[in-house]
């Protein structure tokens, strides 16, 4: 339980470090694209070409047509996003709170309702409409916001309260990412996906055997990622697979490791030559022992915590908020109040605030009445609303799915900017609306 709970703690810390930053890359581009002189380099950036090329062969290339900087951000370094939620999906399972049923049952529930009724609201509303390719948009909560929305309640918010919040989001992701994978697949390259499956071969083959590298996952991953652009398959899903690949469990254990550094230190100790207490020049053979110790360092925390945590920062406070920035600019300069309250505008609100809240509340409430799970320690129903609310906070998932949903012609676009006002008004009403019932409600003294 104590190791469930440290993992809890960390991944929430993870997240709700960068909220701040995602928040201000949104208002940013919303400035941006709404003052004339910005909106021009603003538009015109993104359709700005990248290339990593070695002689006629371009890795960021889709059918042989180089891509754009938007492009590069939405299927290149929302990989590395999704690769990053896949590592965390592994660990979760088998340390955090998916490892055990009775742990999981509940979330994972609440989860399925929250994914359920607002695809089924969304659907219902938009019925017989021209954007109802986006009914996946609703489904969708951001772990960075609604945490950061928790944070600002500090250590009033029971820990039982956070990890459920978070582990909702990451089973909220699982959806995301099947949706992703079936759906906003095309036509099907049979050659790039054999060759994909045998690069995927490779990595597993590289589980199998321990092989502790970085560069030998990403490096193949990004092969298998170029395969995947290439294949008709959404390259996002690369991420995903690549990230199962990666080893969970370290070359030494603790003990082995523990052996090491105490038998190194006691070579220092034997070496009177040393002085502890000042800066001093190593012996050739002083640098080896420290090395052999940096070493064992390296071989005693397990690849997929350590490529986990050297993608958090990279993920959360830059491929994130460039996301954010690249995609939620917002053009309201011929943009009609009205629109807010009709349309696939209205229809995303709706199914982001009440579909969101009916979904979560009502499953965990089924769940626990019929003695399925219990509810977390330290919540009451009050508590378990003002979650739900939060999880109406789509965001970052939700633009990325409304990108692949309205993509082409003119009337598409109208549709795309029109589905970023009804994601981050929603969004927002979620965020202010828990964040109120949660202030009222919570204990008024610190429960951690």
């Keep these: 339980m104590e190791k469930v709970l440290f993992t809890a703690r960390k991944t929430i810390r993870n997240y709700t470090n960068g909220g701040n930053i995602l928040i201000a890359a949104t208002i940013l581009a919303m400035i941006v694209v709404n003052i004339p002189f910005t909106a021009e380099i603003y538009n015109s950036l993104w359709n700005n070409e990248i290339a990593l090329q070695i002689g006629k062969f371009n890795l960021f290339s889709h059918h042989g047509h180089p891509m754009t900087i938007m492009q590069f951000i939405n299927d290149a370094l929302m990989a590395i996003f999704f690769l990053n939620v896949g590592l965390e999906i592994k660990r979760e399972i088998l340390v955090g709170e998916l490892s055990s049923f009775r742990q999981a049952i509940l979330p994972i529930v609440a989860a399925i309702g929250g994914m359920l009724l607002p695809v089924g609201l969304f659907f219902a509303l938009g019925h017989g409409s021209d954007y109802i390719n986006g009914a996946a948009i609703p489904m969708a909560t951001d772990i960075a916001f609604s945490l950061g929305v928790l944070a600002m309640l500090g250590k009033r918010v029971p820990l039982a309260l956070k990890v459920f919040l978070t582990t909702l989001a990451v089973v909220d992701d699982i959806g995301g990412i099947l949706v992703i994978a079936i759906f906003y697949s095309s036509e099907i390259n049979v050659t790039m996906l054999l060759i994909a499956a045998a690069l995927f071969a490779m990595l597993l083959l590289g589980s199998f055997f321990k092989i502790k590298s970085k560069i030998y996952y990403l490096g193949i991953g990004a092969f298998i990622w170029f395969c995947f ?220």
């Design 229 to 448: 652009l290439n294949a008709g398959i959404h390259p996002t899903i690369a991420g995903v697979l690549i990230a199962f690949c990666v080893p969970a469990k370290p070359l030494h254990a603790p003990n082995h490791y523990i052996n090491i550094i105490q038998a190194k230190i006691s070579h220092f100790k034997k070496d009177m030559a040393v002085n502890f207490k000042e800066r001093t020049f190593l012996t050739k053979q002083q640098v080896n022992w420290f090395k052999e110790i940096e070493s064992a360092s390296d071989k005693v925390i397990s690849p997929l915590q350590d490529l986990e945590d050297s993608l958090h920062p990279i993920v959360n406070y830059i491929i994130v908020p460039l996301f954010a920035f690249a995609n939620a600019g917002i053009f309201f300069g011929d943009l009609e109040i009205a629109s807010i309250f009709q349309g696939v505008s209205l229809t995303i609100m709706v199914s982001l605030v009440l579909g969101k809240f009916l979904g979560i509340f009502s499953f965990t409430w089924l769940c626990v009445k019929l003695k399925i799970a219990s509810m977390p320690a330290g919540t009451d129903w009050k508590m378990i609303s003002g979650v739900s609310l939060l999880g109406g906070i789509g965001f970052t998932v939700s633009l990325f799915i409304a990108n692949l949903s309205f993509t082409g012609d003119a009337a598409s676009v109208a549709i795309l900017n029109n589905a970023k006002l009804g994601i981050v008004v929603g969004s927002l009403i979620a965020g202010i609306l828990g964040y109120c019932l949660l202030a009222a409600t919570l204990p008024k003294e610190n429960v951690e």
